[in-house]
């Protein structure tokens, strides 16, 4: 089993930035990249961004594209998601997963969340 912590989330106004990390305890065979998800109250959980490990391959949610950036530091097993140009609509909980490609699989193993919320 994996450990993931998230953290980074918090109150901002909208067109605000908040920087999320999401590090894992250890890197998992077979799981070579990492994605965040994020919840919205009454909504499922749905995809934001995801990146691989080695290669640094990015994919993203449409609904963020241009605003997020996804990158990582393979030193420290930590993955950040930078969150620009903000809108009240991304409020939500933030998690993190790790999946064999930026399409998945994902895995069972997920964070605890980082609650972002964004007012108008």
């Known amino acids: 089993q994996v450990h993931l912590v998230e953290s980074g989330g918090g109150l901002v106004q909208a067109g605000g930035s908040l920087r999320l990390s999401c590090t894992a305890s250890?890197?998992?065979?077979?799981?070579?990249?990492m994605g965040w998800f994020r919840q919205a109250p009454g909504k499922e959980r749905e995809f934001a961004a995801a990146?691989?490990?080695?290669?640094?391959?990015?994919r993203y949610a449409d609904s963020v594209k241009g605003r997020f950036t996804i990158s990582r530091d393979n030193a420290k097993n930590t993955v950040y998601l930078q969150m620009n140009s903000l809108k009240p609509e991304d409020t939500a909980v933030y998690y993190c997963?790790?999946?064999?490609?930026?399409?998945?699989?994902?895995?069972?193993?997920w964070g605890q969340g980082t609650q972002v919320t964004v007012s108008s």
């Open positions: 250890r890197r998992t065979s077979g799981r070579y990249a």
């Open positions: 990146i691989t490990w080695s290669t640094g391959i990015t």
């Open positions: 997963t790790l999946g064999v490609t930026t399409t998945g699989p994902w895995g069972d193993d």
